[in-house]
């Protein structure tokens, strides 16, 4: 069995990211770290794409919201 690397858990991508946080949340990073996504049950593994799920519309939310408002700002200054 071929030796795993160690995750380096301040350069992933965005997403990556986002997952190990959340595994965090749920008090599963350790778990993950030491044995592998594999070692999640489905419910989970589910949990936590729910989560992502929520997390990314939450996130979407927020900047067009901010974007509106930027808009709104230049229009009151024309």
Known sequence: MAKKKPIDLQNLEPEEQLK??????LGLLERVMSDGWKSLSAKETGRIGGLMTKKRKEMKE????????EESR???LL
């Open 20 to 25: 190990y946080e959340i595994a965090e949340e």
């Open 62 to 69: 927020k900047h067009q919201k901010e974007l509106a408002q």
């Open 74 to 76: 230049m229009e009151e």
